[in-house]
Every structure is written in C-alpha cells, then in structure tokens.
C-alpha cells in the first residue's frame, strides 16, 4: 500500500511505502512515475526526505522562491 505525498514533477508522484520488497523498508519514500513499473527509492523515511530537502535547500540544489 502506498500514500500519495505529493506531485514531484508532472505524472511522478512521491509516496510512502507501507508495502516494500523485501530489498525495503516499511516507511520508505519511492517516486512512482505513472507510465512505469515499480518505484524508484528516494529516502529511508519521511523524516530523512525532509533532511534531503533540507541540505538541497541549504546547499542551493533547489531554491524556494
């Protein structure tokens, strides 16, 4: 099972996974792309994709205008 955190970029979407492989996690965030099979790993948990955007905010990788 997976809940939908957000839009990340036009038909990807980020969500937390509540129902891993066993190469995961329970808690895990995955971006699901609409048009693909599977998900592609972003962070270990909720608490370090907010670290993530942190230090990409932080280090100019991203800007909030």
Do not use: H
């Amino acid at each position: 099972a997976l809940l939908w955190l957000g839009n990340a970029r036009g038909y990807d979407y980020l969500c937390m996974d509540f129902d891993p492989t066993e190469k995961g996690q329970v808690g895990q965030i995955i971006l699901v792309s609409t048009d693909a099979v599977g998900g592609e790993f972003v962070a270990n948990s909720f608490t370090a994709l907010l670290s993530l955007y942190f230090t990409q905010i932080q280090t100019g990788e991203i800007r909030l205008d």
